[in-house]
């Protein structure tokens, strides 16, 4: 549909564009990317025919841009601008009209039922129709954007300019917008060409995206491909992490703020941050924890300031414990989104707690285990389905800096060493009569403080493993004996 070969040039004596070649076919949703002043809109200028480049050429539809005539051009293109005002007093839906003119022979003589029928569709598209009778200068950004994409639509281009878009407009606009434009690109083949600043934004909606850099081409590519972190990092000169969608295969890009001297201050979680009550074991963290959990609340990745593990009664049962769990962190002022909470039906008195050590870190860990419904998880067949209490929760505080694989390891580690403490307490599958390698509904939390010493491994013999498996040993081992006695003592 486009094809761009050589192009060079710029404005008076100042070059900006160097040598840019590239294809975009028909139907393509095309990201152009880059910091600010590296070209992108002299280049948006010079294809859609407003800027005339030195040397190179644009060929749309296989016919040199330089050969369409203006009302030709109109017809295949329309261009979104970045900024834009009306030189006269129009109302919105006059506004949208004028993108006809390029369909039309004459003027308003010429307006036929398909014009209005065109107008009033993408008036709806865009979601202006209600203030059609408005006039263009009384409306927010947002509108006044929405409504020259309206325009521009009316033109029913082939091919779509559009200079950050997204500008002007809200969340939910923004995505409407994009929707709308990959929508046409896939169900109308029309081509969409668009200058990003939202790296994330275009990473989810464009095909191919083009990273400029100094009026150069630096990447052209999938979004996953040229959002490399590295390469971001050094053509925007800024610290920025990549991260996958939480729900899509795409890219995400996390700008990182700069850290200041609190930030940096060294946090120890030990007991001094821990309560034990009949009702809960609470942990408050003075700052929040990055953290990988199962907990009720809380799961996944997150980053957490308050730790719950709550008494229960053994047949506790609730269609939605999750809201049940939520309510009841309310209920005690504590803020369910910033909470890891888990339940168990063993006293909590019978918890065991440790702080272990090493050079440059530490590791305060704390266990409640009931294993009343213990399981050999290699027979874990023979049993039927059933929540009955018997919860080994473990939490794992890191004093340190962990990689996002050490918090993987950190879970295979600890699994391992609660799995050794059950063996050598002799802990039985009272179904297969078996060795018990934990039980049906166990939970674990690993937390980390993210500051002091880089952590990036969590095996078993690696420094940070040996205390976890050392500490997640004896407090599963100690939390098995405690409620053995209380159990006995009953
Ligand atoms: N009309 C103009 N006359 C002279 N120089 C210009 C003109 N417009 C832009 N430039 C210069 O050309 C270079 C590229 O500008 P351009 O607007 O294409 O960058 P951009 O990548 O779109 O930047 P931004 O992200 O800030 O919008 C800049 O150094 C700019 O100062």
Redesign the pocket.
């Known amino acids: 549909m486009l094809e761009v070969k050589g192009l060079t040039g ?3 004596n ?1 070059s ?1 564009l160097d040598s840019v070649s590239f294809e975009v076919q028909k139907g393509e949703l095309f990201g152009i990317l ?12 010079m294809l859609s025919g407003v800027l005339d480049y030195k040397q190179g050429s644009i060929r749309i539809k296989g016919k040199d841009l330089q050969d369409y005539s203006a009302k030709r051009l109109a017809r295949v293109i329309a261009v979104l601008p ?1 900024h834009s005002s009306l030189a006269f007093s129009y109302t919105v839906k006059e506004t949208v009209s004028l993108g006809r003119y390029a369909h039309q022979t004459g003027w308003f003589h010429s307006w036929s039922a398909e014009d209005e029928e065109i107008v009033q569709r993408v008036m709806k598209q865009t979601g202006v129709a209600e203030f059609q009778d408005l006039h263009f200068e009384r409306l927010s950004g947002g509108e006044r954007q929405r409504v020259l994409l309206a325009q521009a639509l009316a033109q029913e281009p082939e091919v779509l300019f559009l ?2 878009p997204t500008n002007h407009l809200d969340l939910s606009y923004q995505k409407e917008l994009l929707d709308l434009m990959s929508k046409m690109a896939k169900e109308q083949e029309l081509t969409v060409i668009s ?1 990003f ?1 939202d790296l994330n934004l275009a990473g989810l909606y464009c095909d191919r995206l083009m990273l ?1 850099a100094k ?1 150069k081409i630096k990447a052209l590519a999938a979004p996953n491909e040229v959002l490399q972190q590295d390469r971001i990092r050094e053509v925007y000169r800024t610290t920025i992490e990549k991260h996958p969608h939480p729900a899509l295969p795409k890219p995400q890009m996390f700008i990182v703020p700069q850290k200041h001297g609190s930030d940096f201050a060294p946090l120890e979680i030990n007991e001094s941050h821990l309560t034990v009550n009949r009702e809960m074991i609470r942990l408050n963290a003075p700052s929040p924890l990055r953290t990988m959990s199962s907990g009720v609340t809380g799961s996944g990745m997150g980053w957490h300031r308050y730790f719950v593990n709550r008494h229960v009664h053994h047949d506790y049962d609730c269609d939605d414990h999750l809201a049940e769990m939520a309510d009841y962190l309310k209920a005690n002022n504590i803020d369910p989104q910033e909470t890891v909470g888990m339940m168990t039906a063993v006293y909590l008195d019978t918890a065991a707690f440790k702080l272990v050590k090493a050079e440059g870190f530490s590791v305060f860990i704390i266990v409640t285990a009931g294993v009343g419904n213990a399981i050999d998880a290699s027979l874990a067949d023979r049993h039927s389905w059933s929540t009955a209490p018997g919860t080994i929760n473990t939490w794992v505080f890191v004093n340190g800096h962990l990689a996002e694989e050490a918090f993987i390891h950190s879970i295979v580690t600890a699994t391992e060493a609660k799995v050794k403490a059950l063996h050598d307490l002799q802990v039985l599958d009272k179904v297969t009569n078996t060795y018990a390698t934990g039980t049906s509904t166990d939970s674990i939390s690993i937390a980390a403080t993210q500051r002091g010493m880089k952590l990036q491994y969590a095996g078993t013999i690696t420094p940070l493993g040996k205390l976890i498996s050392r500490g997640v040993y004896d407090c599963t081992a100690e939390a098995i004996r405690n409620s053995r006695k209380r159990n006995e003592a009953l």
């Open positions: 710029g404005y008076d100042k900006v880059g910091p600010n002043g590296s070209g992108k809109t002299t280049l948006l200028s970045q200079d950050e200058i600043h400029l009026g």
